[in-house]
């Protein structure tokens, strides 16, 4: 019972350990080199990923991390543009509907034309 216990606790270590420390999205964007405004990391493991996004004609990026609509504050938008050519959100969504942005980080082409609707992961227009 004791070996199950101990083997066991080391699995979740690990596993834990993994997460904390995994900073690249499953498209192969890194998320170590980005940085919060206040110079915290964007990501800890588990706070970022791709999301589509788009430029509204007021020129305001919203972003579709789990299909919400978030907007995007421009002091959020960091750089370097993303690897992979999609745009990631990082940030925590609220049970009671609200969105923290930590970091949006987006592609080289998100100078694209307001109104314009960007695809990220399937990596087709919607």
Known sequence: MRL???AATMT???IGATAVGAHTSSTGQDYSKYR????ASCCSGFDCRPARYEVRPDGTI???????PVPIPRERIVQPPSDDGLAHWCGA???DGRAT???AILPHQN???PGRRHASAGGTAW
């Open 93 to 95: 969504l609220h049970r």
């Open 101 to 103: 942005t930590f970091c």
């Open 62 to 68: 919203v972003m579709f991390p789990d299909e919400r």
């Open 111 to 113: 100078a694209a034309a």
């Open 4 to 6: 199950h216990l101990l």
């Open 36 to 39: 919060q405004p206040n110079g």
């Open 12 to 14: 979740a270590g690990l």
